[in-house]
């Protein structure tokens, strides 16, 4: 098989050069061994709804049917590596190696795509992360991803943030290698749990702007300062803005203590999405009004009991509610608790 992925692989760079092919198609078995390959990099062209459901292990995600595909294909994939490309039965990926290729790119296609991986009994992961949608005063879709505890991905408009992105928490390790580069990092205090070096710099991009509290730019050496009552316009119909978080329960302030962190409140083309970061019920939440979508922190002694959440909860009146960054702190009786308020409960798995 090594002689054949040879052959393949020096195929391609004839045929391309004299342009009487762009790309090769090849079978299951074929692709397979191309792709364990080091000097083959893995795309999946698919929608990110569709990788979600599953996908080959260790594939970059670039949606072909994106206007920016090349543009995001070009600061991605080096131009001396072969691209294997794939999509659902192949058409898509098709597509995708014929607009690399002439961009200079040597491409393999996946005969028959994932279907036929599949067919063929070759493992697919499941799906990363659990994903709701909710659309915009306009009508465009914002898509939240559930990754870990605190960390939390949002998609709107081509635009990729990130929430408190980790690499590890406990036993678990988050793989990036599938998702886009970010072009907003946020990140809310210092703790390990909500402030990771190493993420930050694998989601990073010449042009992500970074967004922390003071302490967390002066720990990472970079990135815009805001203060509680802070705000800042990231781009058209992006406004964030700093909100307090702290604890304020006896015995438990110095976990964190008022005025050095931050919540947020991302107002998304009209859509605004409160992400509390680590608090209890404060005062300050009473000035928080028209919350669409809120994300609130429940594992005491760090952030909030389920009694505070509930609270919490019915001072915002948030539309849709997220319990999260839970721990092992049992969050299913607060859709009953809140019964009746108006207030959609979604539990996700954070954990």
């Known amino acids: 098989?090594?002689?054949?992925?040879?052959?393949?692989?020096?195929?391609?760079?004839?045929?391309?050069?004299?342009?009487?092919?762009?790309?090769?198609?090849?079978?299951?078995?074929?692709?397979?061994?191309?792709?364990?390959?080091?000097?083959?990099?893995?795309?999946?062209?698919?929608?990110?709804?569709?990788?979600?459901?599953?996908?080959?292990?260790?594939?970059?995600?670039?949606?072909q049917?994106?206007?920016?595909?090349i543009e995001k294909s070009k600061?991605?994939?080096?131009?001396?590596?072969?691209?294997?490309?794939?999509?659902?039965?192949?058409?898509?990926?098709?597509?995708?190696?014929?607009?690399?290729?002439?961009?200079?790119?040597?491409?393999?296609?996946?005969?028959?795509?994932?279907?036929?991986?599949?067919?063929?009994?070759?493992?697919v992961t499941s799906g990363l992360y659990e994903m709701d949608e909710f659309l915009t005063q306009r009508g465009k879709v914002v898509k939240f991803y559930a990754l870990v505890h605190a960390s939390i991905r949002l998609e709107y408009d081509g635009k990729e943030i990130m929430i408190d992105p980790v690499t590890k928490l406990g036993d678990k390790i988050i793989d990036y290698s599938g998702l886009s580069k970010a072009d907003y990092i946020i990140v809310t205090h210092e703790h390990g749990d909500h402030f990771d070096k190493e993420a930050i710099k694998k989601l990073s991009k010449a042009q992500t702007q970074l967004v922390m509290n003071k302490r967390c730019s002066e720990l990472y050496g970079t990135g815009s300062v805001l203060n509680n009552g802070d705000k800042i316009q990231l781009a058209d119909n992006l406004l964030l803005e700093a909100v307090p978080a702290y604890n304020y329960s006896e015995g438990h302030t110095q976990f964190h203590p008022q005025g050095r962190?931050?919540?947020?409140?991302?107002?998304?083309?009209?859509?605004?999405?409160?992400?509390?970061?680590?608090?209890?019920?404060?005062p300050e939440m009473s000035e928080l009004k028209d919350i669409d979508i809120a994300f609130l922190p429940c594992n005491q002694p760090y952030t909030m009991t389920i009694e505070q959440l509930v609270r919490a909860a019915m001072i915002i009146k948030p539309k849709v509610l997220f319990p999260y960054h839970y721990?092992?702190?049992?969050?299913?009786s607060i859709s009953r608790k809140l019964e009746g308020m108006g207030i959609d409960v979604k539990i996700r798995h954070y954990e």
Request: glycine share 8%.
């Open 1 to 63: 098989m090594k002689t054949f992925f040879t052959f393949i692989l020096t195929l391609l760079g004839l045929t391309s050069a004299c342009g009487q092919q762009s790309y090769e198609n090849v079978d299951v078995n074929q692709f397979a061994e191309m792709i364990s390959d080091t000097n083959v990099v893995l795309i999946d062209v698919r929608t990110d709804s569709e990788y979600n459901e599953g996908h080959l292990e260790n594939a970059l995600n670039l949606d």
């Open 65 to 69: 049917a994106q206007d920016d595909f």
């Open 75 to 123: 600061a991605a994939l080096s131009i001396d590596k072969t691209i294997a490309v794939y999509c659902r039965s192949g058409r898509r990926s098709a597509n995708a190696a014929e607009k690399l290729a002439i961009e200079g790119y040597r491409c393999v296609n996946l005969n028959g795509g994932i279907n036929a991986w599949k067919d063929a009994g070759k493992p």
């Open 261 to 282: 962190d931050n919540g947020y409140v991302l107002t998304i083309d009209g859509l605004r999405i409160y992400i509390a970061g680590d608090t209890e019920d404060i």
């Open 327 to 332: 721990g092992r702190t049992d969050v299913t």
